[in-house]
């Protein structure tokens, strides 16, 4: 399925990637970005991937990371997301979602789900 790479997105995600919220920096600092050395999978910020901005993508295990601030909770930005994560579905990838609050609350946690999804998506995409 082709996917086309929004050029007019480019400037916006380099604009997030320079004012990333609080959350998505200690996920970033804290445990994606020294996943590279930890383990050799790399992820990327803002990742444009057709018509939207990934939060964090990993190519490797076909996975996006989305951190869900309150605003995902209202009706129009929930139909979003859902499109989104339909579009993102039928090219393989799969979307993993978090709330700021988790990040917080429970940062260990999730960071454990996400290893176990990387090592699971990577295992898969290997069969």
């Not at 804290?30 to 803002?46: H, I, M, N, S, W």
């Not at 009706?75 to 799969?94: M, N």
């Not at 960071?111 to 295992?123: A, E, F, L, Q």
Request: charged share 30%; hydrophobic share 30%.
């Amino acid at each position: 399925m082709d996917r086309t790479h929004n050029k007019e997105n480019v400037p916006f995600a380099k604009e997030l990637r320079k004012n990333m919220t609080k959350e998505e920096k200690h996920l970033w600092y804290d445990y994606l970005k020294p996943y590279r050395q930890t383990f050799g999978v790399a992820f990327t910020r803002q990742k444009v991937f057709g018509n939207y901005i990934l939060d964090f993508y990993c190519p490797k295990a076909k996975l996006a990371i989305e951190l869900d601030g309150s605003q995902h909770y209202e009706q129009d930005t929930l139909f979003y997301d859902e499109k989104r994560t339909a579009y993102l579905t039928r090219h393989g990838i799969v979307v993993l979602r978090y709330t700021n609050r988790d990040i917080h609350a429970r940062f260990k946690e999730i960071c454990d789900d996400i290893d176990s999804h990387i090592c699971t998506r990577i295992k898969a995409l290997q069969e």
